[in-house]
C-alpha cells in the first residue's frame, strides 16, 4: 500500500522586517524629540579669544559679524535698519532675550560699535560679544 499523502509547502524561512522598521522609526523619532537644536547664525566667524569668556545657558538674539563687515541674524544677511527691526519684533515676543554679538577677530570695530548701537536702540536690556576661551 502507497499511500501518497500531499505534502505541504514549506514557508520561505526569513526575517519579517515589519517590526524592525518600526523600532528603526520609534529610534528616530526618540533622537530627533530629546536632542537639543543649536540655533546659529549662519555663517562661519573665527572669534578671539578671552580669559573671562563664560558659557551661556539661555537662548539668546544671535548677531554675526563676518571679516568683510556683513551683518547677519537667523542665517540671513540684514542691514544695520533690519537689524534693528528684526530685534524689536523678536523683544516684542520676549522682552528678556540677550543679544549676543558674534564678531570675527579681522572685523572692523565701527561695524560692532553699529550693532552694538542697534541692539541698544531696540531696547536689548543686555550685549555680550562672544570669544572663544583660550
Do not use: W, Y
Not at 1 to 10: C, E, I, S, T, V
Not at 31 to 46: C, K, L, N, Q
Amino acid at each position: 500500500m502507497n499511500f501518497n499523502l500531499p505534502r505541504k509547502k514549506q514557508k520561505d524561512m526569513g526575517i519579517d522586517m515589519g517590526p524592525l522598521m518600526d523600532i528603526v522609526f520609534i529610534l528616530l523619532i526618540f533622537f530627533v524629540v530629546t536632542s537639543s537644536f543649536t540655533r546659529e547664525t549662519g555663517v562661519d566667524v573665527t572669534k578671539p579669544q578671552a580669559q573671562s569668556a563664560s558659557q551661556l545657558e539661555k537662548e539668546n538674539l544671535l548677531i554675526a559679524i563676518t571679516r568683510e563687515g556683513t551683518i547677519h541674524i537667523n542665517e540671513r544677511q540684514v542691514d544695520l535698519a533690519s537689524l534693528q527691526d528684526i530685534l524689536k519684533q523678536s523683544l516684542a515676543k520676549t522682552p528678556d532675550r540677550e543679544a549676543v554679538i558674534i564678531a570675527d577677530k579681522g572685523s572692523e570695530t565701527g561695524v560692532l560699535v553699529q550693532v552694538i548701537d542697534a541692539c541698544n536702540l531696540s531696547g536689548v536690556k543686555k550685549v555680550s560679544i562672544a570669544a572663544q576661551a583660550e
